[in-house]
């Protein structure tokens, strides 16, 4: 199973940025997507995350009216648009799979990605 992120550099505060994330080795549309995030100094959080079927989403509060998550299970890939990104969402963001409800606080995760760095300059 590989979970392959990319899109992350640096923005600057107020543009727009799109993180993507392949699947490979997973019958991706039958798992629930996340993306995760962790910034120097601090512990994990929960950004976004998209159900397989109903593709229903939730966000983290902090970033809820300015990021969207979607999924394309044709390209087995889900995409994390940053819009008015902010210095403090720069971190290195992670992609998730899970079968079951993805928790926010990260546990039980079936498979983590390796994260992609994103700076946001002000």
């Known amino acids: 199973v590989q979970l392959q992120a990319s899109g992350g550099g640096l923005v600057q505060a107020g543009g727009s940025l799109r993180l993507s994330c392949a699947a490979s080795?997973?019958?991706?549309?039958?798992?629930?997507m996340g993306w995760f995030r962790q910034a120097p100094g601090k512990e994990r959080e929960f950004v976004a995350a998209?159900?397989?079927?109903?593709?229903?989403?939730s966000y983290a509060d902090v970033v809820k009216g300015r990021f969207t998550v979607s999924r394309d299970n044709a390209k087995n890939t889900v995409y994390l648009q940053m819009n008015d990104p902010k210095s403090e969402d720069t971190a290195v963001y992670y992609c998730?799979?899970?079968?079951?409800?993805?928790?926010?606080?990260?546990?039980?995760?079936?498979?983590w990605g390796k994260g992609t760095l994103v700076t946001v300059s002000s």
């Open positions: 998730a799979a899970n079968r079951e409800l993805i928790d926010p606080r990260g546990y039980g995760i079936d498979y």
């Open positions: 080795g997973i019958t991706f549309s039958r798992y629930r």
């Open positions: 998209i159900h397989w079927r109903v593709a229903s989403t």
